[in-house]
């Protein structure tokens, strides 16, 4: 194993960035994933970035960590657990976000697939909950909190 650079704090992930096709950036598509991805996380659009039928840019809660969504003629296909994560600091907003969640696939179940949720106990001393949900997007959008029990 080599060693890498010593930072002065440890970075942060940024970013994700999808490709999707030029349609799925439409006004109606961009309306769609903002109503979706805003209500269920938090997410808001950088319209100042926006370009129809282009790119879509969310910020998620930090001006330095966003999803960038790009058109592109061959989109990112992915298989159906292939995501990125996001962890929330209480299980009130774990159970908050599954809820909106649940709830946007009650009205559009054949746009919200969501697998969970599942709790995985560790050693006594750590239960990691997590569900996974996609719409409108490649990848799936992993929930988890950490509780830690000792």
């Known amino acids: 194993m080599t060693s890498g650079p010593q930072f002065s704090t440890a970075p ?22 903002c109503s979706f991805y805003g209500d269920v996380f938090g997410f808001e659009e950088y319209e100042m970035l926006t370009e129809d039928r282009k790119q879509l ?17 061959a989109p990112m296909t992915a298989p159906r657990f292939d995501h990125f994560g996001l ?22 179940p054949d746009a919200v697939d969501i697998v969970g949720p599942e709790v995985e106990h560790y050693y006594g001393a750590l239960d990691l909950r997590n569900f996974y949900v996609r719409y409108r997007l490649p990848l799936m959008v992993e929930t988890q909190h950490f509780e830690y029990l000792l």
Request: zero cysteines; proline letters at 2%; aromatic letters at 8%.
């Open 12 to 33: 942060n992930l940024n970013h994700v960035a999808l490709s999707l096709p030029a349609d799925a950036l439409d006004a109606d598509g961009r309306a769609a994933l």
């Open 57 to 73: 840019v969310f910020r998620a809660h930090s001006h330095e960590q966003f999803v960038f969504l790009i058109a592109d003629d």
């Open 87 to 108: 962890s929330v600091s209480t299980k009130e907003d774990f159970d908050e976000v599954l809820r909106r969640a649940q709830a946007w696939q009650a009205n559009e």
